[in-house]
């Protein structure tokens, strides 16, 4: 098992990046929104919002060794062990996985309903337009917040760090996926759709309307927000206006302070 940990590992970074990259290139030649075309081919395929998305990634590339590595790892060591034999080994690999599911997608949920929460996660949300770069856009405060709810989770269900790191590059794999502007064929989606999240229904989760941005939450399989009557019933638009009802997007400096800004919510 330690060596698939180290496998996993060492595969980790690259196969993640060449999903980004494969993405990055397919939405911009089979695009789903039309791309702004404003200026010259730099600012159309690496326009402002997406140098923040990575300036924001790049501050979590940062802490996550310094950081949400070590505690994970700590809480992954301090398990006590409670598990029966047989919800171990392959059985216990798909319980956590599923179960990590269902717990992200009420983290997700308390994001935005918990005021105190949605003041960090709403900067991820406030990306005006969508591609696979608005998977990376999240403010260090969520992902501090997310790793210590992390650690609490680990410890209370005993989850084992091979079931976190392979959950971890499927959550990955996912959120740049269904963030993506890659225009698929419609019933290849809408196969897709009735086991996971695909970009048609998470886009809604991005609709500029509170209502849509309200639901939608899942992040891996798609029947949580069915079972949890969290499904919207809004169907994706090409021209669908993208980001927070009543608000604008922000330059950098001012995405990292908006959090700890006093506002009324
Ligand atoms: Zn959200």
Redesign the pocket.
């Known amino acids: 098992m330690e060596n698939l940990v180290e496998v996993i590992l060492a595969y980790k970074a690259g196969l993640v990046f060449l999903w980004l990259l494969f993405l990055f290139v397919l939405e911009r030649a089979f695009p789903v929104a039309p791309l702004i075309n404003s200026g010259g081919w730099f600012e159309k395929y690496f326009p402002i919002r997406v140098r923040r998305n990575i300036g924001l990634w790049f501050c979590n590339l940062i802490l996550s060794p310094l950081v949400v590595i070590p505690m994970t790892a700590w809480a992954a060591a301090h398990i006590v062990g409670w598990r029966p034999e047989f919800l171990s080994g392959s059985a216990g690999l798909i319980f956590d996985l599923i179960l990590l599911d269902c717990l992200i997608y009420w983290w997700?949920r308390l994001?935005?309903e918990l005021p105190f929460l949605w003041r960090f996660?709403e900067i991820?949300?406030l990306d005006m337009n969508l591609d696979t770069t608005s998977a990376l856009r999240f403010h260090f405060g969520e992902v501090l917040l997310s790793a210590f709810m992390r650690v609490f989770v680990v410890i209370i269900f005993d989850i084992t760090l091979i079931s976190i790191i392979i959950f971890e590059v499927i959550l990955l794999i996912s959120t740049l996926f269904h963030h993506s502007n890659v225009r698929l064929p419609d019933q290849f989606e809408k196969a897709l759709s009735l086991v996971i999240i695909t970009p048609a229904i998470h886009w809604i989760?991005?609709h500029a309307l509170r209502n849509d941005?309200d639901s939608n939450?899942g992040t891996v399989f798609s029947f949580w927000d069915k079972i949890f009557r969290s499904k919207s019933s809004t169907q994706r638009v090409r021209k669908m206006q993208i980001g927070v009802e009543g608000a604008q997007d922000k330059i950098f400096a001012e995405l990292l302070k908006r959090p700890f800004k006093k506002r009324n919510l």
């Open positions: 997700h994001n935005h996660h991820h949300h989760h991005h941005t939450y």
